[in-house]
């Protein structure tokens, strides 16, 4: 993390993120959805940078690129038509970014912001085994052939 630390904030450290979204049109006229997570470096900052800490921040990516990879597992899910594409996916993709902030404060609230090791590990192990099972979404998906 590079951003320098907020002094009057409360927490040890902030990980800023943005997911993006992106429907793409093919030569062989396939569309494609693009939808990544990108880490903002020069917004994010660490008090006292621990291992431990920044593997609390991570966890708070992984959780965003879950929520990536299950909105794109949904747009794949669904049969479109041309003309529906671009206003049905803004509303997944609200839905699915009310989850992930929902799941963000979860996340804070059972581990207090870290500072339960248990509940920690516990995340931890959940988010992993989650990313495992969207595995398949990790990369872009075909919407329209």
């Known amino acids: 993390m590079r951003c320098t630390p907020d002094s009057k904030s409360l927490y040890h450290a902030k990980t800023f993120y943005k997911t993006t979204w992106n429907l793409t049109k093919g030569d062989d006229g396939v569309i494609y959805l693009e939808s990544y997570v990108y880490f903002i470096k020069n917004k994010s900052w660490v008090k006292n940078e621990t291992d431990y800490l920044l593997s609390h921040e991570q966890l708070h990516f992984d959780i965003a690129e879950l929520y990536n990879r299950k909105f794109k597992k949904a747009v794949s899910e669904i049969k479109f038509e041309t003309k529906k594409i671009e206003e049905t996916i803004p509303n997944i993709f609200l839905r699915f970014n009310k989850e992930r902030i929902k799941n963000q404060n979860l996340y804070d609230e059972e581990t207090r912001h870290g500072e339960s090791k248990v509940q920690q590990e ?24």
Do not use: D, G, P
């Not at 931890?124 to 969207?134: G, M, Q, S, V, W």
């Open 122 to 145: 516990i995340w931890i192990k959940k988010i992993n085994n989650e990313l495992k099972n969207f595995e398949l979404y990790s990369n872009n998906v075909v919407i329209k052939k």
